[in-house]
């Protein structure tokens, strides 16, 4: 099992940063990407940005490309989500998730259904 937990929420203004981390614990080693993924009150959970463990492969939904950088440290087996020029379309509970297995597809990356592993989630709200 792994056990992930994130940090780094909170409320900021339109136009800032925040950044949040997850720190995994468990069986890490089994662990091939991770990805943050977002919810918004009435919507579907959506992707985010997503990160391999042995190539630090990145990838980002249109949404964000440009505004967030995911990165991760192996050492500390924690991911970071950097978040900069926060818009309020942005406002969202964030979670940390992660897959075993490799996926090969871009939808299959993307879709919240392959990830094994998910945090309690952390919640980010920017301000107009």
């Known amino acids: 099992q792994v056990q992930l937990l994130e940090s780094g929420g909170g409320l900021v203004q339109a136009g800032g940063s925040l950044r949040l981390s997850c720190a995994a614990s468990?069986?890490?080693?089994?662990?091939?990407?991770m990805g943050w993924f977002r919810q918004a009150p009435g919507k579907e959970r959506e992707f985010v940005a997503r990160?391999?463990?042995?190539?630090?492969?990145?990838s980002y939904s249109n949404s964000v490309k440009g505004r967030f950088t995911i990165s991760g440290d192996n050492a500390k087996n924690t991911v970071y989500l950097q978040m900069n020029s926060l818009k309020p379309e942005d406002t969202a509970v964030y979670y940390c998730?992660?897959?075993?297995?490799?996926?090969?597809?871009?939808?299959?990356?993307?879709?919240?259904?392959?990830?094994?592993?998910w945090g309690q989630g952390t919640q980010v709200t920017v301000s107009s």
């Open positions: 468990g069986r890490t080693l089994s662990i091939n990407a």
């Open positions: 990160i391999t463990w042995s190539s630090s492969t990145t």
């Open positions: 998730a992660a897959v075993k297995n490799a996926l090969y597809t871009i939808v299959a990356r993307r879709t919240p259904g392959n990830y094994d592993y």
